[in-house]
């Protein structure tokens, strides 16, 4: 994770380390581990006393590490606002002891959508999200050839850990509701599953992995492992001795911090943000108005095709693997060309979440312009100098809004909206 830091007109560099993220494939097909149904037991499994090893060893159900994989699912709303949301109940609508019912919004929203238009038929949802916690204990079932599993991706490679995954049993009945709502059927490799790849489609690959590592670290400070959303040896072996009944200390902004609007309410809520506060590495609450001071960053191509790089910054956004392996930027590109291939982005991850798209707007002129979010940023440090939520800003964003690039000591605002994810970047 690179933290932002611009305190004067050429933004400064600050440290941390590269988050790691990943995306869904382009389409079901292509490099997409094959994955399968979670097992059910006849009754409710109990949650474990011991650790996840040891709920894996002596159940077969996920159900037996819900508290913590609930946790997890906390501290992924806590990084993405808006972003990762709950599916709400519908009378047609029938989910397994062992689902938890969260979604993109898009993907959710068209779930909704085909469920309203098919009123008097039932969804049996066997799978739909689930955590790094649950994927593990899957793959060890299936690697000792235990609990009917047959087939179950690795750790943090799962679709099911993206939020656009589902699986429906029987899924015929509803293969045309979904196909015509922007989902994919995987097909006869793993005949329940379906993939959203509609508008809106940003994996959220590896948020489940660094929530987990996020979680660990609060409660072992003593034994701290990297943020960065891969799955790898430190990670697994973490998960292994973590207890089933949750953490002591769970999500930093509590399990009710992102409450979800009706899907028929406006497609783009804004969050309602709280009197700026920032007591960490990086501001996460939006900020009460949507008013921020404005700085600029990173690499960019102006106007007169003038390239900017940024002395004071590594061009290396903290969402390089997500923006790859979505496409937004090709898979060979550097840190750098990425963001100039972008070029309208903004550096304010914990509070929006990677890949959300913002207005933000310059209040006196009345310009704005629609920008991406790639990076992490500001720290703390830097909107403490200002007493104010501070928004890290392209060069060719700043140029439009202010003529050019502009620092924190300036003071230039700007009123920030989070808009959807299908409204085109640049100046509006």
């Known amino acids: ?66 508290p913590l994989s609930q946790q997890i699912i906390d501290e992924m709303k806590c990084m993405a606002p808006n972003q990762f949301v709950d599916v709400p109940s519908r009378p047609n609508l029938v989910m397994g002891e062992a689902v938890f019912p969260y979604l993109i919004k898009p993907a959710r929203d068209r779930l909704v959508q085909a469920l309203d238009a098919n009123p008097n038929k039932t969804m049996n949802v066997a799978s739909m999200f689930r955590t790094v916690a649950q994927q593990y204990m899957l793959r060890r079932w299936k690697e000792q050839g235990r609990c009917g599993i047959k087939a179950a991706a ?26 015509s709502r922007g989902y994919d059927w995987f097909g006869s490799g793993d005949p329940p599953h379906f993939d959203y790849f509609g508008p809106g489609a940003v994996s959220q690959k590896g948020l489940d992995v660094e929530a987990f590592q996020r979680l660990w670290n609060r409660n072992n400070p003593n034994d ?9 040896p430190q990670t697994q072996s973490r998960i292994k001795k973590s207890p089933a009944k949750g953490f002591p200390i769970g999500a930093t902004c509590g399990s009710d911090a992102d409450p979800q609007p009706d899907p028929q309410d406006d497609p783009t809520p804004q969050p309602q943000g709280e009197p700026w506060s920032c007591d960490g590495s990086t501001g996460t609450t ?53 963001e100039k291939q972008i070029n309208w982005y903004a550096a304010d991850r914990d509070r929006f979440g990677c890949g959300t798209k913002l207005r933000v707007t310059e209040p006196s002129s009345g310009k704005s312009a629609i920008v991406m979010v790639i990076d992490a940023g500001p720290a703390c440090w830097v909107e403490e100098t200002v007493d104010m939520g501070v928004v890290d800003l392209s060069y060719r964003a700043t140029e439009h809004l202010f003529g050019g690039q502009v620092g924190v000591s300036e003071k230039q605002m700007v009123k920030v909206e989070v808009v959807s994810a299908d409204t085109p970047l640049g100046p509006q």
């Open 224 to 232: 701290k492992i990297d943020e960065d959303g891969a799955w790898g």
């Open 1 to 66: 994770m690179l933290l932002r830091s611009t305190l004067s007109l050429a933004a400064l560099a600050s440290v941390a380390a590269l988050l790691a993220w990943g995306c869904a494939p382009a389409s079901p097909e292509d490099d997409q581990e094959l994955d399968g149904e979670e097992p059910t037991e006849e009754t409710d499994a109990p949650v474990s006393n011991g650790n996840v090893e040891q709920a894996m060893s002596s159940t077969c159900s996920t159900a037996s590490i819900k």
């Open 286 to 338: 939006p900020v009460e108005g949507g008013e921020y001071v404005a700085t600029s960053f990173g690499c960019s191509v102006l106007e007169d095709g003038t390239v900017i790089s940024d002395p004071g910054d590594n061009c290396i956004p903290a969402c390089f693997s997500q923006l790859k392996s979505s496409g937004v930027c090709s898979s060979s590109s550097s840190g750098a060309t990425c």
């Open 154 to 179: 690795t750790p943090g490679n799962s679709n099911h850990e993206t939020g656009l995954a589902i699986d429906l049993s029987p899924n015929s009945s509803w293969r045309s509701a979904l196909e």
